[in-house]
Each structure stands twice: as structure tokens, then as C-alpha cells.
């Protein structure tokens, strides 16, 4: 069992940082691999990035790619996002999850199997 609470959304001009938290209940966070996913209004939720277990490999749609970083610490059990150069389009509820499988993490909402709450992120052109 996994609980997932996501934080540090919020109002932000555009080419502004932002960086969301996952906090991960339990003592067995390392055992999961971890991604992000939006949902602009009226859009299906999609694909931002995922980690690895053990965070040596990363995952990322293409629109985000040098401008988020995902990144965890197993000892925190905690999970990141690191949002930087922000643009009206990521206006979305962000949200973390988790997956048992082995593979690596990626688009499949399928393979995850818990999910938190999520947390608005707002860009102001």
C-alpha cells in the first residue's frame, strides 16, 4: 500500500521555476518506479516524466525536455519536479504516481498503480 501527496504548485509568470514534491508514505519507496502526469482543462491526463527505481534513468515527453527535471530521494522518499522556463501550456493539475513493475517507467498510465491527489500549477502568460 502506497499513499502519495503531491505539493508545491502554484501561480507562476511565464519563464518562471517552480518545483513539485511527492511525499511517499511507507518505507518501501525505493521498490517503485515514479512518474508525472498533467491535465490541462478539457484534455485527457498525459505523460510528463519517470524515474527509475533507483533514479539512474529518466524519462521525458518531448515538450518538457531541458526544461524539467524529475529527480527522488529514496531516503526522503520523495519525489520531484523541477519545472524551469515555465509556459501557459503547462497550466495543469500535476500529479505523481507509482508503479510496481520492473520496467522502465514511462506513458502507460496502465502500469501505475497508485496515484496522488494532484496539485494545480498556473502560468500566467
Known amino acids: 500500500q502506497m499513499q502519495l501527496v503531491e505539493s508545491g504548485g502554484g501561480l507562476v509568470q511565464a519563464g518562471g521555476s517552480l518545483r513539485l514534491s511527492c511525499a511517499a508514505s511507507?518505507?518501501?519507496?525505493?521498490?517503485?518506479?515514479m512518474g508525472w502526469f498533467r491535465q490541462a482543462p478539457g484534455k485527457e491526463r498525459e505523460f510528463v516524466a519517470a524515474?527509475?527505481?533507483?533514479?539512474?534513468?529518466?524519462n521525458y515527453v518531448d515538450y518538457v525536455k531541458g526544461r524539467f527535471t524529475i529527480s527522488r530521494d529514496n531516503v526522503k522518499n520523495t519525489l520531484y519536479l523541477q519545472m524551469n522556463s515555465l509556459k501557459p501550456e503547462d497550466t495543469a493539475v500535476y500529479y505523481c504516481?507509482?508503479?510496481?513493475?520492473?520496467?522502465?517507467?514511462?506513458?502507460?498510465?496502465?502500469?501505475?498503480?497508485?496515484w496522488g491527489q494532484g496539485t494545480q500549477v498556473t502560468v500566467s502568460s
Open positions: 524515474i527509475t527505481r533507483l533514479g539512474y534513468i529518466t
Open positions: 504516481a507509482a508503479t510496481r513493475s520492473s520496467a522502465v517507467p514511462g506513458q502507460d498510465q496502465g502500469k501505475y498503480d497508485y
Open positions: 511507507g518505507r518501501t519507496f525505493s521498490s517503485y518506479g
